[in-house]
């Protein structure tokens, strides 16, 4: 079981939350998709999506040696982590 964090879900919801709301662009991005009239499960799963498409390239990079891919790992994990539906609320409440 895991703890809350800073009011989140846990340590991965909240540092996904942070990274989301800390740059403008990406922000009003993430409230738009947010906001789009979806029911909670399907707009968490658009929210999930648009985070592993956007940090997919940047990964890409990373798997070329055996250290890129524990990263590739590693990140994947943590973001199966994510309580993708609180952060969907959140951007939607604001």
Not at 8 to 32: F, G, I, K, Q
Not at 48 to 59: A, D, G, P
Request: net charge negative; aromatic share 14%.
């Amino acid at each position: 079981m895991t703890d809350k964090y800073n009011g989140w879900a846990n340590y991965e919801t909240w540092a996904v939350n942070l990274w989301l709301s800390n740059d403008e662009p990406t922000y009003h991005e993430t409230r738009e998709l947010c906001r789009d009239g979806d029911e909670e499960y399907e707009g968490s799963q658009k929210l999930k999506s648009y985070v592993e498409e956007e940090t997919e390239n940047l990964l890409e990079k990373f798997t070329e040696n055996t250290f890129g891919g524990i990263i590739s790992d590693i990140f994947h994990a943590n973001l199966s982590l994510v309580d993708w539906a609180e952060i969907w609320k959140a951007f939607r409440e604001e």
